[in-house]
Nanobody, 124 residues
């Protein structure tokens, strides 16, 4: 069983930056691909970004390309999501998800383990 704990959410003004963190309990964390999804009120979960086991390959949703960067530190069992140039459209609960196996898939059903989420609120 893998437990994921997100942190770093909060309230910021548009144009500012935030970095989210996802800490995993897995002893073999380097064997897991990790993704970030987000969910706005009344909507389904939207793919944001994913990273492979090594950190060498990241993929991004169209709405965040060029603004968000996903990275990982396997020594710390942690994945990060750096979010720049935030807008009110980025307001959502952000979830970290993991799957055993190294490929960074973009669909929610590919991921077995989920965190509880962290709220990001961006005001104009």
């Amino acid at each position: 069983q893998v437990q994921l704990v997100e942190s770093g959410g909060g309230s910021v003004q548009a144009g500012r930056s935030l970095t989210l963190s996802c800490v995993a309990s897995a002893r073999t964390f380097s064997h897991y691909a990790v993704a970030w999804f987000r969910q706005k009120p009344g909507e389904g979960r939207e793919f944001v970004a994913a990273i492979d086991w090594s950190g060498g390959r990241g993929v991004y949703g169209d709405s965040v390309k060029g603004r968000f960067t996903i990275s990982r530190d396997n020594a710390k069992n942690t994945v990060y999501l750096r979010m720049n140039s935030l807008t009110s459209e980025d307001t959502a609960v952000f979830y970290c998800a993991a799957r055993y196996g190294g490929d960074p898939f973009t669909d929610t059903f590919e991921y077995n383990y989920w965190g509880q989420g962290t709220q990001v609120t961006v005001s104009e």
